[in-house]
């Protein structure tokens, strides 16, 4: 009983840690409710005006040129939810005095289940809209910036862009199935400014010549907010799935890279080459705070996990350790490593999306290890076999590191080790 009050303990750590910290979703508002009715109070009268008039000058196209559409890109935070960023359409009505904000990336976090959705990869999203006043402020307090990207677009693209907006924004189409990689606040925004217009626009490519894959680009993002605990376990739970290349539009699930598209993006208006221009007209700063600079700090996964796998290991061959210490450590070690091949495995079978599938970490975090902590010490027949085979998969995968097709974390190579070593020793004990 003892033994299982403590497993049951060591797994919701994990779970608990995992749901908080490696969330891989965008910067997104708190409440839904909150985004869309009140800090939309003040603007809602112009709204309603906004799109009486809108349908009038829809029929008339006497004054639809006095919309003006553009994308917004907001800088990244500290939190891990913002850490990428964020993208959202600007649209507003020189005659209405219309200035509203359409978001994709809007979620009720308030949700009692929100965890439970989120671990199965269940995750409802919806299109939200809000007045810029209101949106602005926001990034203003948390020192974000926020980019300005104009866009070249005719009347009638202007008004047909608008109204599959408010389309999308009702009740009954608000809703979609959020993708980090695929279909997130970046990808829709992408989506519905391509296909919507009647003019044809077409991306250039943004790619560098050596394609990065998504875990390269999630990875550059984390670098630049020091995120190193977040990519420890990001790199630990997202399978090698992500791990291959991005093609040119792929890489728009980033809000940078999807400013980078619209700033390579041409658009034709008329059927003649010639008539081929830049999308993007203008592209100001709305809000840039002053600029800092950060360093890695001295508590990360790199030092952390390096000297507490030296000290652990020192510690297990010193005669002055007595064998219970020993076998406690060992117990201790095999067990939490098996509890995190145990959630690894867990999101590999049953999330409904595919980012955590094909966990090449699973090599070394065998989720047996949770069963077989417990029989470290004991003379069973299967103890000895059970280790060798364990330390030979770690060495496998130590030795193969730089050609796996997953790429793993490199601050994990001293816990790897460990384990070896460990089950070495204990395969001859």
């Known amino acids: 009983m003892k033994h299982c009050r403590y497993f049951m303990r060591m797994l919701l750590l994990i779970v608990l840690l995992y749901c908080t910290s490696v969330c891989l979703a965008q910067d997104t508002p708190r409440n839904n409710k909150l985004t869309q009715n009140d800090s939309i109070k003040k603007g809602s009268n112009q709204f309603d005006t906004a799109q009486n008039d809108s349908t009038r000058n829809n029929s008339t196209q006497t004054d639809s040129c006095n919309l003006r559409i553009s994308i917004l890109t907001c800088g990244p935070g500290e939190e891990l939810y913002s850490i990428f960023g964020h993208s959202a359409i600007r649209i507003t009505d020189a005659s209405t005095g219309m200035d509203i904000v359409y978001n994709y990336g809007t979620m009720e976090f308030d949700d009692f289940s929100f965890y439970v959705k989120f671990t199965k990869g269940q995750m409802l999203y919806s299109l939200s809209y809000a007045d810029m006043d209101s949106f602005l402020y926001e990034y203003q307090v948390t020192k974000r910036s926020v980019i300005e990207q104009q866009l070249r677009l005719t009347c009638e693209d202007k008004m047909r862009l608008f109204e599959a907006l408010k389309l999308n924004a009702r009740e009954e189409n608000k809703y979609y199935d959020y993708s980090f990689l695929y279909d997130n606040c970046s990808t829709r925004i992408r989506d519905i400014i391509s296909k919507t217009p009647k003019s044809l626009i077409r991306f250039n490519n943004i790619l560098p010549a050596k394609v990065p894959t998504f875990r390269n680009m999630i990875h550059e993002s984390l670098h630049k907010g020091q995120q190193h605990w977040s990519k420890l376990g990001i790199d630990l739970l997202l399978g090698s799935l992500i791990d291959k290349k991005v093609t040119n539009e792929q890489s728009m699930f980033l809000p940078d890279y999807l400013m980078k598209g619209f700033d390579s993006a041409s658009i034709l208006i008329r059927p003649d080459p010639k008539a081929l221009s830049p999308l993007v007209t203008s592209k100001p700063y709305l809000y840039q705070p002053p600029v800092v600079e950060l360093s890695m700090p001295w508590i990360n996964p790199y030092l952390v996990l390096t000297a507490l796998s030296i000290f652990l290991l020192i510690l297990s061959f010193l005669h002055s350790t007595s064998e219970k210490t020993v076998k406690l450590l060992d117990k201790s070690l095999f067990l939490v490593t098996g509890l995190l091949g145990i959630l690894m495995l867990s999101l590999w079978l049953f999330r409904e999306d595919t980012v955590c599938r094909n966990n090449m970490n699973i090599i070394w975090a065998i989720p047996t290890h949770a069963v077989a902590a417990f029989f470290i010490g004991k003379q069973k027949k299967w103890i000895k076999p059970y ?35 460990r089950s070495f020793i204990l395969s001859k004990k």
Not at 399 to 412: A, F
Request: glycine share 8%; no cysteine.
């Open 387 to 421: 280790f060798r085979v364990s330390g030979i998969l770690g060495a496998l995968l130590l030795l193969g590191w730089p050609w796996w097709p997953q790429e793993l974390n490199n601050s994990l190579i001293p816990v790897i080790l460990l384990l070896v070593i």
